[in-house]
């Protein structure tokens, strides 16, 4: 479903571009330039993808390295103990079971 939803905003963005294909003047920084408004549009676009998809990388990074400093402090052979302040830190204990062995 997302990648039909891509795939749609890319062909509208397309569309979008070539109906605007006239040259426009344009200053930015200082820089004076008479360019196609297709171009500028397309350069924004890009631009945009580019800082979506840094910002996903980081976050994605950050995620994955908290999960993985959370199982190495919750591993059964680590000596430190998850805070209490974590409040996942009783979701893998089940209920309580009866001891099994030999009654009398």
Same mark, same amino acid.
């Given at each position: 479903?997302?990648? !039909?939803? *891509?795939?749609? @905003?890319?062909? !509208? !963005?397309?569309i979008f571009i070539v109906q605007n294909a006239h040259a426009v003047h344009t200053t930015f920084f200082g820089a004076h330039a008479s360019v196609s408004l297709a171009a500028?549009?397309? *350069?924004?676009?890009i631009a945009g993808a580019l800082v979506m998809a840094a910002a996903g990388t980081a976050r994605i990074t950050q995620l994955r390295r908290t999960a993985r400093w959370t199982r190495r402090r919750a591993s $059964?052979?680590?000596? +430190? &103990?998850?805070? @209490?302040? %974590? $409040?996942?830190? %009783? &979701? %893998? @204990?089940? $209920?309580? &079971? $009866?001891? +099994?062995?030999?009654?009398?």
């Open positions: 479903m997302g990648l !039909l939803a *891509g795939i749609g @905003a890319l062909i !509208l !963005l397309v500028i549009l397309l *350069g924004a676009a $059964p052979g680590s000596q +430190t &103990r998850v805070p @209490a302040s %974590d $409040p996942h830190r %009783d &979701r %893998d @204990a089940g $209920p309580a &079971r $009866p001891e +099994t062995g030999s009654q009398s």
